[in-house]
């Protein structure tokens, strides 16, 4: 349905590579770009490493070794994907930016080629206004983390996305192995919405009534069966990512309290104690 080959990503960070390691394992052209060159390097490394452990467990015969090692192809420029079929950005969470990196991906990319944004919160219908040239294939595809083992994937139709696109995207989704879930255009979709209340209640309790992030860790995956708490899971998104996800749903909501960040949070970002990827952040590593 689709007639997606090359799958283009913006953002070498864990999320960008973890949507490139399921590209390109999936058999598509994958082409990896970053505004940073050390943050490409240190992707392709850790992604080929991945595929080589994969290799020694037998989940890759050699020949799904090889292939999703060429698949994957290091951009230099953005003007490199101007030829994808389908460009994902995975980008930080700044509303500005996106919408100037959208602009950009308008001047450049094929007038059929998807622009689909990553994006945990922000609007897809208010990025899409970047895009002058057909705003309806502008659509939001939210992956988890890690993205190339979690299954589930937000497809967020906006006010000008076209149905085409999302059955475009939906069918993507599918042959990346994952399972889409088709989500309005409202603050933080689905899981980020709930989530907030995971990650807010637990800054409470630990402010309020000074318990700390193992304690509280340790009663959620005891008694709550969840895979991890909600501070190992902060420190492995990101402090910082999981901050401003926070700030911009308390922004889009007029400022309801219950979506309130957490000075906790706060301080431990400006100390840049930002989790696993900072060796730093709830716990140490």
Do not use: W
């Not at 922000?122 to 309806?136: D, L």
Request: hydrophobic share 40%.
């Amino acid at each position: 349905m689709t007639g997606i080959k090359n799958i283009g990503v913006i953002g070498a960070g864990t999320m960008g590579s973890g949507i490139a390691t399921a590209s390109a394992a999936s058999g598509f052209k994958t082409l990896l770009f970053d505004i940073y060159p050390q943050a490409l390097d240190k992707a392709k490394g850790s992604i080929l490493k991945g595929f080589d452990k994969l290799l020694e467990k037998g989940k890759f015969d050699a020949a799904k070794h090889k292939a999703s090692g060429e698949n994957l192809v290091i951009a230099n420029s953005l003007e490199e994907l101007k030829d994808c079929d389908i460009i994902i950005e995975a980008a930080i969470e700044d509303i500005n930016l996106k919408k100037e990196l959208y602009s950009k991906l308008d001047e450049i990319s094929k007038p059929e080629t998807i622009l689909a944004t990553n994006t945990s919160s922000f609007s897809i219908t208010s990025i899409s206004t970047a895009v002058k040239n057909e705003p309806g294939r502008v659509i939001g595809m939210h992956f988890f983390n890690p993205a190339n083992i979690m299954k589930l994937v937000e497809v967020i139709k906006g006010s000008f996305t076209s149905e085409k696109t999302v059955d475009s995207v939906v069918d993507l989704c599918k042959k990346l192995g994952k399972v889409p879930v088709l989500c309005g255009d409202t603050p933080a979709f689905i899981v980020n919405r709930v989530a907030r209340a995971f990650y807010g209640e637990s800054l409470k309790i630990m402010g309020e009534e000074n318990k700390d992030a193992k304690f509280i860790d340790e009663i959620m995956k005891e008694e709550g069966g969840f895979a991890m708490g909600p501070f190992e899971l902060m420190d492995l998104i990101g402090i910082d990512i999981n901050l401003s996800v926070t700030k911009s749903v308390y922004e889009a909501f007029f400022y309801d309290q219950k979506y309130k960040p957490s000075p906790i949070q706060q301080k431990m970002v400006d100390s840049g104690l930002l989790g696993r990827k900072t060796k730093q952040g709830f716990y140490k590593y």
